[in-house]
C-alpha cells in the first residue's frame, strides 16, 4: 500500500476499500483540504470507502475553511463512505478533552454514514471491520502500520495482533 500523500504532519493511504489518513502536525487545514481532495476522488463512482482516521494529541482543531470543504464532501459523497472512526491517541487530559469534543460533535452533527470515536486504532480497526465485508481488523491494523512505516513514524502504541483470522 503505498502511500499517496506523505508530509511530517499528515500522511494518507489508500488499501483497497480503506482510506488511512495520520495527522500530528498542530496544522491541519492544509492537510485537510488535501484529504477532502483524496477522498473526493476516491468516492466518485465506487462502491464506497471506509476512513480509519488517527489524529495526535498536538493537533490543532480545523478552521472554518477546512470545516466547510469536509462538510460539503460528505453532504455530496456521504452516503458512499461505509463507516467511519476517528482515534485520537495519547494520553492524559489533552487527550480525554480532544475526545470529549470530537464525540460531541459526532453526537449533534447528523451523519449519513456510521462513525464513531476511540482511544486507540486496535478498537478502531475491529469496529471498522465490520462495515468492510472484505477486510479483517488485522488487515486494518496492518495497512496503518505499513503507513507508519512507510512515513519513518512510530505508532503511540503498538499495534496489537487480535487473533482474528486474516
Not at 74 to 93: H, P
Not at 129 to 153: C, D, K, V
Not at 155 to 160: E, G, M, Q, Y
Request: include cysteine; proline fraction near 6%.
Amino acid at each position: 500500500m503505498p502511500p499517496v500523500y506523505i508530509t511530517p504532519e499528515a500522511q494518507f493511504a489508500v488499501d483497497g476499500r480503506l482510506v488511512v489518513c495520520r495527522f500530528v502536525g498542530p496544522e491541519v487545514d492544509e492537510h485537510i483540504l488535501e484529504m477532502v481532495r483524496l477522498l473526493n476522488h476516491e468516492l466518485v463512482d465506487s462502491q464506497g470507502r471506509a476512513v480509519f482516521l488517527v489524529s495526535g494529541v498536538n493537533v490543532g482543531f480545523p478552521g472554518a475553511v477546512a470545516r466547510h470543504a469536509v462538510h460539503k464532501l460528505l453532504s455530496v459523497r456521504g452516503s458512499k463512505v461505509l463507516g467511519g472512526t476517528i482515534t485520537i491517541e495519547g494520553g492524559g487530559f489533552r487527550a480525554a478533552a480532544q475526545r470529549a469534543i470530537a464525540l460531541s460533535v459526532h453526537l449533534f452533527v447528523k451523519s449519513n454514514y456510521p462513525q464513531a470515536i476511540f482511544a486507540a486504532t486496535t478498537p478502531a480497526s475491529v469496529w471498522l471491520a465490520n462495515r468492510i465485508p472484505e477486510m479483517t481488523a488485522n488487515q486494518i491494523t496492518a495497512s496503518y502500520s505499513a503507513l507508519l512505516a512507510a512515513s519513518g513514524a512510530v505508532p503511540v502504541s503498538a499495534p496489537l495482533r487480535l487473533g482474528i483470522a486474516d
